[in-house]
Every structure is written in C-alpha cells, then in structure tokens.
C-alpha cells in the first residue's frame, strides 16, 4: 500500500516553525530518512520522536533569519525505499504550500504562496498512485470483474463502488465518521476473500449475490474501502486553506486510477478472447482461489495487528 513519508512544517512566529516528520516503520525499525534544512537554520528545541501506528514520528522547532522562502528542503535517504515524501508548509497568513518529493529530485523549494493549482495536481496524482500502489483495492475490483458479465452490468458496479467510497472518503477526512483504522484494513481483506468465494460459486453454476446484484455487493464494501482511502489521505494530511480542493482532486485522481486499471483489465481480456487462448476451467478456479488466499493472509495479518 502506498505509504509516503510526511514532512509538515508549520509557521509558528517571525522566522520560525514547528517541524513533524513522520515516515514509515515496521515494529521498531524505521526507515533511515532524514530532513535537511538550509544553511543558517537552528533547532530551537530537540527533535523527540516515537513510534505511533507503523510510523515513526518525530517532533521539533527550528528558526532561521530570514525564513525558509526561497530556500531548499532536501530530503536525505529517500533513494534508500521511500517512494515518495509529501511535505506541506503551513503558514501563518493561513495560506498554505504542498510539495509531493521524489527519489530523483529529492528537494523542494519553500515559495512564498502556493496556488490552488499546485494543490490540486499535487492530491490528483497521491490519489492515481494511492489506489494503483493499493493491491488490495485493486484486487477487489479484480473479483468483481471476473464475476460480472455485460458492459452495463460492469458500468452499473464499477459506478457503485465509486459512490460508495467517495461518500466515506469525504466523511471520513471532514470527522463526520470515524472508525479505528486496523478494523478497517482487516474488513477489507475479509471483503476481498467473500467475493472469491462468489467466483467459486459460480463456477460451481451456483450464481451467488455479487452475480445477481453486483451493485449491492459493490456499493457495500465500496463504503468500506472509502474509509480504507481516507486513512491513506489521512498520513498525509490537508491543507487548510484548501480542503475542498485537495480532498476533490484526491477522489478524481483515485477515480482516474480505478478507471486505468479497469481499462487494462478488460483490455486484455479482449486480447484473450480475440487471440483465442484457451482458459480450462481449473485455471479460473486457480485464480479464484489464489486471490483468496492471498486475501486470508491478509486479513489474518491485520488481525494480528490488534494485539
């Protein structure tokens, strides 16, 4: 799943901010990623840090003569597994800046104002790599394709679930809603692995729910995943002055995503049939049972997780 490092500094008074940064953890290991500040920069007070939900988050002040605006941020270690780091500068006129930086330029420039724009195109492109960094997600997306027949059929579910989990998306990120996240993951899990038994059964000529009505099985645990892409939003966090915006181009670039891979998918199941590959019936079965387990052990994993 699609876990950048989260860097937030946060205008605090002339000249200085308060830091949290925050990257990926397993047990107590964390990721060897540091944060560089421009020459001339001090720390007000030590950095503190601990481990909180699979990140390690650490906590600091800094000041500079002059500020930050126009200088670099470099991020060090990033080469080192993080795919990406998102970094967001608060500032005090209530206007805020949002970077989204890369192992191949592992810097950014802190400007005076950032526009709507750069927000906007910096959250369409967490949310295309958020939902195609999420194998589960995609997984159950998979299920239901190999289950539902019929271009409108396919258009009607793909359409439910996409309702579904912008609903809880936007409840979620805005507070209206909230349930602890492990739950959530291991639900997920479970939602792909029932799905799978739907391909069973159907195999088997029995036409379970999802091949009846799709759209109810799709808008269901679409409900579900939302709460599973508001917990991704929530590492990263929004900026204040442009929530709708961020949370909008979020949502559209998941869509965006979701949409590429149902493409692909149809895609070269077209190819298939076209070029006339044969597909014997244990080799769908293989499949099914394949995302299955793969599905178990997740939730198994994520189970475990709660002690």
């Not at 720390?43 to 909180?52: A, K, M, N, Q, S």
């Not at 724009?117 to 997600?137: K, N, P, Q, R």
């Not at 239901?144 to 936007?170: D, N, Q, W, Y």
Request: neutral net charge; aromatic residues 10%.
């Amino acid at each position: 799943m699609f876990r950048p490092a989260y860097l937030e500094l946060r205008e605090s008074g002339p000249d200085r901010y308060d830091v949290m940064w925050k990257v990926p953890a397993q047990g107590d290991l964390r990721l060897a990623v540091t944060v560089k500040f421009p020459a001339g920069t001090a720390e007000v007070t030590l950095p503190e840090g601990r481990f909180i939900d699979n990140a390690y988050v650490q906590r600091w002040q800094i000041a500079r003569a002059g500020g930050l605006a126009g200088q670099k941020v470099s991020i060090e270690g990033i080469v080192n597994g993080v795919t990406d780091v998102i970094a967001r500068l608060e500032r005090q006129d209530g206007t805020s800046q949002v970077e989204r930086v890369r192992p191949d330029d592992p810097q950014f420039t802190v400007k005076e104002r950032a526009g709507a724009g750069e927000v906007a195109g910096t959250y369409l492109l967490l949310g295309v790599e958020h939902i195609l960094g999420g194998a589960d997600h995609l997984l159950f997306v998979l299920a239901l394709l190999l289950i539902v027949r019929g271009g409108k059929r396919i258009i009607f579910t793909v359409t439910a679930f996409t309702v579904a989990h912008s609903i809880t998306l936007v409840a979620a990120t805005l507070g209206w809603v909230h349930i602890p996240r492990p739950p959530v993951e291991a639900m997920i899990a479970l939602s792909i692995v029932f799905v799978a038994a739907e391909i069973v059964q159907g195999l088997r000529g029995n036409a379970g729910l999802t091949a009846r009505a799709p759209w109810v099985v799709a808008f269901s645990f679409g409900l579900l995943h939302g709460f599973g892409f508001a917990g991704a939003l929530a590492e990263v966090g929004l900026p204040q002055t442009a929530i709708p915006v961020a949370l909008l181009t979020f949502n559209v670039g998941v869509e965006l995503g979701q949409l590429l891979f149902v493409g692909a998918a149809l895609g070269s199941y077209a190819v298939l049939v076209r070029l006339s590959v044969p597909r014997p019936l244990w080799t769908q079965y293989a499949g099914a049972y394949f995302i299955g387990a793969i599905a178990s052990f997740w939730a198994l994993q994520r189970v475990g997780a709660f002690f």
